[in-house]
């Protein structure tokens, strides 16, 4: 890759450059794309509900929806706003009410896609619910959120709900090397299982992850991509629980005050990594269940505003003195 291109492509965001354009460039959520589709091919759009965690295509599809219905009038017939921003019931009165009455020629209807809507307040979401009977004759709803429980009922029975799961490692893959030749990156195996491991599922995550590993030198390999992504390799992880589980504790200890000191992670980001990988690591069933239960325990003290060291080191103590029970 050349100085210029190089630069170039700094100055580009690839999750913006390569977002699917069509619902069809969609990876990972064939199940829900065939539906949608459906719902177009009928002229039949109802109010949508798209749940699930992040980077995996909720907003993707909203906006290739209205690219599909609307074609290139598409930017004046859908109007996108983020609920995090702004959860008012104003919000919902106004700007809602306004781009729901506004006058308009050649559809049938508009698209109004509300993004994180789980922060609306319980009274926007009552606004919301009445706005969404008002203007049902010629207004479509796309609500987007990470939790469907926050939600309320009303709401969620006047829409088709779609639960997005995380994306299978084989699509991030799928997508990681379409982008890594079209930009004519050289990645390695190692690296594209480093990538895939890194992104848990979540495509933006892993584009991100691929541009700045390959700010980073010509190759991407797993080293860049544990070292941009502040992760460490999954072995390292294991020997830590290992070492804990056969009753030596300083050792295991020791591996951790590396992963928060030397590596920078944070006590979350080990917990992260230990329950995506505890059913991968060599030990028996039973003690895999009890790291699960200890890791349960040192998740909600740290999410309530504990120590994280502590209780990571207390979660390790555990598993040791289980070894000697045992």
């Given at each position: 890759?050349?100085e210029?291109?190089?630069?170039?492509?700094?100055?580009?965001?690839w999750?913006e450059?390569?977002r699917p354009q069509?619902?069809?460039?969609?990876?990972?959520?064939?199940d829900?794309?065939?539906?949608?589709?459906?719902?177009?091919?009928?002229?039949?759009l109802?109010h949508?509900?798209?749940?699930?965690?992040?980077?995996?295509g909720?907003?993707?599809?909203?906006?290739a929806?209205?690219?599909?219905?609307?074609?290139?009038?598409?930017?004046?017939?859908?109007?996108e706003?983020?609920?995090?921003?702004?959860?008012?019931?104003?919000?919902v009165?106004?700007?809602?009410?306004?781009?729901a009455?506004?006058?308009?020629?050649?559809?049938?209807?508009?698209?109004i896609?509300?993004?994180?809507?789980?922060?609306?307040?319980?009274?926007?979401?009552?606004?919301?619910?009445?706005?969404?009977e008002?203007?049902?004759?010629?207004?479509?709803?796309?609500?987007?959120?990470?939790?469907?429980?926050?939600?309320?009922?009303p709401?969620?029975?006047?829409?088709?709900?779609?639960r997005?799961?995380p994306?299978?490692?084989?699509?991030?893959?799928?997508q990681?090397?379409?982008?890594?030749?079209?930009?004519?990156?050289?990645?390695?195996?190692?690296?594209?299982?480093?990538l895939?491991?890194?992104?848990?599922?979540?495509?933006?995550?892993?584009?991100?992850?691929?541009?700045?590993?390959?700010?980073?030198?010509?190759l991407?390999?797993?080293?860049?991509?544990?070292?941009?992504?502040?992760?460490?390799r999954p072995?390292k992880?294991?020997?830590?629980v290992?070492?804990?589980?056969?009753g030596?504790?300083?050792?295991?200890?020791?591996?951790?005050?590396?992963?928060?000191?030397?590596?920078?992670?944070?006590?979350?980001?080990?917990i992260?990594?230990?329950?995506r990988s505890?059913w991968?690591?060599?030990?028996?069933?039973?003690?895999t269940?009890?790291?699960?239960?200890?890791l349960?325990?040192?998740?909600?003290?740290?999410?309530?505003?504990?120590?994280?060291?502590?209780?990571?080191?207390?979660?390790?103590?555990?598993l040791?003195?289980?070894d000697?029970?045992a």
């Amino acid at each position: 890759m050349s100085e210029a291109e190089g630069s170039s492509a700094g100055r580009e965001i690839w999750i913006e450059k390569y977002r699917p354009q069509t619902l069809d460039d969609v990876k990972g959520q064939d199940d829900i794309v065939d539906r949608l589709q459906s719902y177009i091919a009928q002229h039949d759009l109802p109010h949508l509900l798209f749940s699930g965690p992040a980077g995996i295509g909720k907003t993707t599809c909203a906006t290739a929806i209205a690219r599909e219905v609307y074609g290139d009038d598409w930017r004046g017939n859908f109007l996108e706003l983020n609920a995090s921003d702004e959860r008012g019931i104003d919000v919902v009165r106004d700007r809602i009410k306004s781009f729901a009455r506004s006058s308009f020629g050649g559809f049938d209807y508009r698209v109004i896609f509300l993004d994180e809507a789980d922060s609306l307040t319980s009274d926007a979401q009552s606004a919301l619910r009445r706005t969404m009977e008002q203007f049902a004759d010629n207004t479509r709803f796309i609500l987007s959120c990470n939790y469907s429980s926050r939600i309320i009922d009303p709401i969620q029975s006047r829409c088709a709900v779609f639960r997005f799961s995380p994306l299978p490692d084989e699509a991030i893959a799928a997508q990681a090397r379409e982008i890594a030749a079209a930009e004519d990156i050289e990645m390695t195996d190692d690296g594209l299982d480093a990538l895939v491991y890194a992104a848990s599922g979540d495509m933006r995550r892993a584009i991100n992850t691929l541009q700045a590993a390959a700010t980073t030198g010509e190759l991407v390999d797993e080293e860049a991509v544990y070292t941009v992504t502040s992760t460490v390799r999954p072995e390292k992880i294991e020997s830590m629980v290992e070492a804990a589980i056969e009753g030596n504790f300083p050792r295991a200890r020791s591996t951790l005050e590396t992963l928060l000191v030397d590596s920078g992670m944070a006590g979350g980001d080990v917990i992260d990594q230990l329950h995506r990988s505890a059913w991968e690591f060599d030990i028996d069933e039973r003690r895999t269940v009890k790291l699960m239960e200890r890791l349960g325990e040192a998740d909600y003290r740290i999410t309530e505003g504990a120590n994280e060291r502590v209780q990571l080191e207390a979660m390790l103590a555990a598993l040791a003195l289980d070894d000697e029970d045992a």
